[in-house]
């Protein structure tokens, strides 16, 4: 019995002190909110056509660092949405598409429709945004000229717009008094109420004339 005791304490030691093996870790697949196609444009700063021609790991690649971080250079052939200079550089941190990367490494030479937002003064992007390698299907010709569409709507202005960009708040405004010109007295004096006055004094002068001629007429 006691022999039978020590046996299994013996055991329950071997197994504690034995290396635990850790299960290898599975990729997983890239998991977004899921957006439409206007949404995504909505929320990309710049949206470009262009050529990746150079990929650069930052840093010691043998170093253990993780994630890895990537220079992406980026020919732009087209922008879609915003502008600026014809190569881009896009902070990228995974060169596999279950990382939601819109990268490979066999990216260059490829071109890619980008959805671009700044982070820290740094253009990145990814799948979720709705970046990647445009092939010779259907779908991505059709994508490229419905993003051109949207943004078009985005930018053009409706009727009511432009109706109200033309008008100038100088034309709708009320100049005040002091927006007035000078007319010689500077006074503000409405010119109605001067002409009154000088009709009244006529009036009055003429009436005055008329009492001083008939005196004069009961005299002779």
């Known amino acids: 019995m006691a022999a039978r005791v020590l046996l299994s304490l013996f055991l329950v030691a071997a197994l504690v002190a034995a290396p635990q093996v850790l299960p290898t870790p599975t990729a997983h697949a890239c998991s977004c909110n899921s957006l439409t196609l206007v949404e995504q444009v909505e929320r990309a700063e710049f949206i470009v056509l262009g050529v990746v021609t150079r990929i ?6 043998d170093a253990p660092v993780f ?3 990537y ?3 980026v020919a732009v052939d087209a ?21 939601c990367s819109a990268f490979e490494r066999d990216s260059v030479g490829q071109e890619h429709l980008l959805f671009l937002s700044r982070f820290e003064d740094r253009l990145r992007t990814g799948t979720c945004e709705g970046s990647g390698r445009v092939t010779d299907h259907p779908s991505w ?4 000229e419905e993003v051109r569409r949207i943004v078009s709507r985005q930018v053009e202005p409706t009727a009511t717009e432009q109706a109200t ?5 100088a034309a709708t405004e009320t100049p005040v008094a002091t927006d007035l010109p000078e007319t010689g007295s500077g006074d503000g004096t409405d010119g109605t109420l001067v002409a009154v006055s000088a009709i009244a004094a006529a009036v009055l002068g ?3 004339l008329g009492v001083a001629g008939w005196r004069g007429l009961r005299r002779v």
């Open 79 to 99: 922008y879609l949405k915003g502008s600026g200079p014809d190569s881009v550089v896009v902070q990228n941190f995974s060169l596999d598409s279950d990382g």
């Open 206 to 208: 003429l009436g005055a």
């Open 165 to 169: 960009s033309i008008t100038t708040p």
């Open 141 to 144: 010709s059709e994508s490229i």
């Open 56 to 61: 650069e790991q930052v840093g010691d690649p």
């Open 67 to 69: 994630p890895p971080e």
């Open 71 to 73: 220079d992406i250079d």
